[in-house]
């Protein structure tokens, strides 16, 4: 899996470049390759605190009522195994969708305001779902799932 950066936002695209930036708009020449823009614990079968408290952790619930007559799937995440902080110095900015390894959806999280954690209500009732977390300190951590 290729993985591509704006230059201007920090956006991630997986496989090719778009067109422009889906978050800032950006012409696809600001993107670049940049495998190493996803964190990845150093040893996955022993993971340490500092990654516990960075990769989301997914839940999915098909038996969402909120939409009615619709086939809904919601997806809870939840940033770390280990709660991350939000304090003004160190937070979870945002967290990015992506079905297929299209991207989504994004939501804003204020360190005064919200907990590590978002959730959506999907159309899609299959396919590979990854969340994508920004901590302001120590960069982009995913996770993924099939639902």
């Known amino acids: 899996m290729k993985i591509f950066e704006c230059k201007v936002c920090g956006h991630i695209e997986f496989d090719n470049a778009p067109e422009k930036c889906l978050v800032c708009r950006a012409k696809r020449e600001l993107f670049g390759e940049k495998p190493e823009a996803i964190k990845q614990p150093a040893d996955p079968a022993n993971l340490t605190d500092g990654d516990k408290k ?28 280990i709660e991350h902080v939000m304090q003004d ?49 120590h960069g982009n951590w995913m996770a993924q799932v099939e639902l």
């Open 54 to 81: 960075h990769i989301p952790v997914i839940v999915v619930q098909k038996d969402c009522k909120m939409i009615a007559d619709a086939p809904c799937t919601d997806v809870l995440v939840k940033v770390g195994e």
């Open 89 to 137: 110095a160190h937070y979870i900015r945002y967290i990015d969708f992506y079905l297929d390894r299209q991207f989504i959806s994004r939501v804003w999280l204020s360190p005064d305001a919200c907990h590590p954690a978002a959730g959506l209500h999907l159309k899609a009732a299959s396919g590979t779902l990854i969340a994508l977390e920004n901590c302001n300190v």
